[in-house]
């Protein structure tokens, strides 16, 4: 690429092209901010939920007459599974466990 001969034509594309660059540069930190905040959130709902979730299902487990007996959860409808869990006993026996979880895993 040439540069034009005018210098008010050289000046307007050095500014246009500096500009550019900066944008680009504040819009990828920006990014990488809100992406670490929503990560943070993210991360705390789900820790919120399992305080929520994990003493029911203790309970469910202590309370139950047969020991070792693996409970499978049924799906409620068909669906991508993201978040799978086993919850194991002192002896490695699945106590509970989410319907996609792979215990081989």
Request: negative net charge.
């Amino acid at each position: 690429m040439r540069w034009p001969a005018s210098l008010q034509a050289r000046l307007g594309l050095s500014v246009g092209l500096v500009l550019t660059v900066l944008w680009l540069l504040a819009a990828t930190v920006t990014a990488v901010i809100v992406r670490a905040e929503m990560d943070e959130v993210f991360d705390s709902a789900l820790r919120e939920t399992a305080e929520r979730i994990l003493p029911l299902a203790v309970t469910d487990i202590v309370g139950r007459e047969d020991q070792g007996v693996t409970q499978r959860l049924a799906p409620i409808r068909a669906h991508d599974e993201f978040f799978t869990y086993l919850v194991r006993d002192a002896e490695g026996r699945i106590l509970l466990q989410s319907h996609a979880a792979d215990p081989t895993v």
